[in-house]
């Protein structure tokens, strides 16, 4: 029994539901009903002892029995008629045979076998299934090489058919992206030799794939190289409606535009003969300017449109895929007069040694799984072996089975071998990493613990490994190796299409297109090197467009076809290699710049420097230093102070809404509460001199506690003001800046109205400049009432630094601008402090014994 039998084997079925197919769900579920399931049955002893198939397919196939077995699936019938799919009957088919490669394959395992140097002691043996060129067909037969095709197995330990090595084909795009989705479950190789999709070179979907042809993604560069030799650059695209056709169309619209070409029109061949379609393609043909069509289509799909080309007699110049490109369905005279000349890509063609013979020598058996040969024998002269079916449809002509093959040319005709010779690669691939997989010396393999694979035991999935590592060469000369995803080397022959004198139609090689050889590449000749990213091109006077100088693009501009640059939007800027537009570096005086940290931390020790004063007072508030000229206006000082220390935390971090409008405001009232204090603070000190005089003794009465509280809240309230009617008129608001520096977004607020900022700024230096002015005229006052030398000295930098903040707030940019104004509020703000509370403190905490009445009273008077 097969090794992949027992694994699949689960309960009463064998577990399908995995299976990725591409194939729509009325197949899948056919596919799943006719039988592929085994079933157990149960001995009447009760045990589970044997298993038997469901249903067996009506499968087309040719067999060799070996110790190892080798799957292939072919193209061997041609479905002429398109059945009708009513799902209630099973469809009747109507085959047309062609000369398939099957028997390439038949041909290779016995060449191998007889090899003594390749796999000694081991023989081969093959399992070939016709797929009908059906997706249905092919599943089928995919089923029958996984789960063998014994009716019923016994011994269910040990006994059964061979170990499947590997599958060869399937030669379409369509077939082998479904099957590879099943043979993945059981880890089969698969080693197609005709399907080129590109998108099976992905590893992740398909790890099990390979193939000796090469990808479509070179057959499309290799049809750009033939267009621009001809310089057609206006051309026809129809593909049929399948993977193969349908990647390939989208490769060659991409590729097309990169040298200047166009496509004009794009058509998808039906899949069934749809005859309205067809025509509707052919109408686009004819009304359409182009004068040159490619093709990437299969045979089958090809054929209805081809037969209407001719019945309407429309000549253009074809440019074939090698799907069809030398098709023997399409290389007759018949289609000769509107096929004549026609271009195409082929798969490399090559010669393998002794086929001739082996075809010649090939002759029917009476073994029903060999009824591929007896078939091919019947079509090939139009005989039966059945009697009653010779009598029926041959007229009476009955098979012997010795007829001569000879008479036969086409037949024996092995000049044009392409399909065949990457079915003797394939086959030849799986021999070599079987042949390696075996030489494996034990502990040094490439399985766990340095094991080595078994002949008894052996797993698809073991080969995978030395399929990777294959590389051999041809009896003609080719050398075989896998790339990392499974691709062939790239090489096509370039084909065209001529009519010979007795009537048949050939397609002769006119060149060839080998990317794996540097030799053959054209030499390097250019006037001007390609543009690197970043720069575009600018033709230098007198040259040719092809000379040209190569001009970085300027700062915020990018380039990404060479020829212009282009400007990034606003809020973005070019990166460093000029490709891409990047968001521009926002820029804002944030928390985590070390300037903010300074600053802040700056800011919260002034305020913390506040609150030690203000409870130093307050723990002292009945001594003269503080009482003296109005203890309330001190402390109001010092709660001032502190909130102008903490306002400067508004300007730190992202500008929002909410923080541009408290920043200015906070800090103008914060500065007028602060200065229209020391103002007050100044007057009495005035005032008390002056009622020390007997002129003056009536004037306290205008300067008492009330009237120091109610000329602080007027003073302020006017401020408040200011600030209202700026805030509801013109408001600060948030605002990126990208003036300053075209690289940087300058994150910052915009006070809105310049007039409503000057009027805070200047009603601050107002009462600054009327306190300077008053201290600075009471400087001369006996010792007792020394304190307005402390304010003088304290307004004087007040003014120094608000006056040097002018210019450098307008001329610092971005985030440097706010770092001015915090410095500016800080700066006055430890002046103040300093200059009116340090000496005070330092008599309170260094000098008790002069905190008294009779010590502040008993100092002399200054000099005048």
Known sequence: MSPFLKRTLTGDHIYLAEMQLYVCPFLFWKLLSCSVFLTFLRSSSGGLDSCKLRKEFRLLGMHKDGDVIIGGLYEVHLITVFPELSFMIEPEQYHKLTKSTALAMAFTIDEINRNPNLLPNITLGYHIYDNCIKLGVALRAAMALISGTEKSISNLNCSGSPPMLGVVGDPTTTHSIAMSSVLDLFHMPMVSYFATCSCLSNKQRYPFFFRTIPSDAFQVRAMMQILKHFGWTWVGLIVSNDDYGLNAAQSFHQDISGYGGCVAFYEILPREKDMDEIRRIIHVIQTSTSNVIVVYSNEADLMPLMDEVLHLN?????????????????????????????????????????????????RPDDDPSNGMVRTFWEDMFKCRFNHAQA???????????????????????????????????????????????????????????????SLHNLQPWQLLYYLHRVNFTTSYGDQVSFDENGDALAIYDIVSWTGLPDGSVKGREVGVVDESQPAGKPPHSVCSEPCPPGTRKATKKGLPVCCFDCIPCADGEISTDFIECLKCPLDFWSNPEKTHCVPKEVEFLSYEDPLGISLSTASLLGACACAGVL????????????????????????????????????????????????RHAVFGISFVLCVSSILVKTVVVVAVFKASKPEGQGLMKWFGAPQQRGSVLILTAFQVVICAVWLSTASPAPHKNTNFQSSKIVFECAVGSMAGFATLLGYIGLLAAVSFLLAFLARNLPDTFNEAKFITFSMLIFCAVWIAFIPAYVSSPGKYADAVEIFAILASSFGLLISIFAPKCYIILLHPERNTKKALMGRTPAKK
């Open 314 to 362: 429309v000549t253009r110049q074809w440019i074939a895929s090698e799907a069809w490109s030398l098709s023997p369905v399409f290389l007759t005279s018949r289609l000769l007069p509107v096929l004549r000349g026609t271009l195409g890509i082929a798969v490399r063609r090559g010669e393998i040694e002794g086929l001739k013979e082996f075809l010649l020598s090939l």
């Open 615 to 662: 409870v130093v007072f307050a723990h002292h508030r009945h001594t003269p230093v503080v009482r003296a000229n109005n203890s309330e206006l001190s402390f109001l000082i010092l709660m001032s102070l502190k909130l102008c220390f903490l306002c400067a935390l508004l300007f730190i971090g992202q500008p929002r809404l909410w923080t541009c409008q408290l």
């Open 391 to 453: 009598e029926t449809e041959t007229g009476g002509t009955v098979c012997t089975g010795d007829e001569d093959l000879t008479s036969n040319q086409e037949y024996g005709d092995v000049s044009e071998l392409r399909g065949s010779y990457n079915v003797y690669k394939a086959v030849y691939a799986l021999a070599h990493a079987l042949h390696e997989l075996l030489s494996c010396v034990p502990g040094s393999g490439p399985f766990g613990g340095h094991s080595c694979a």
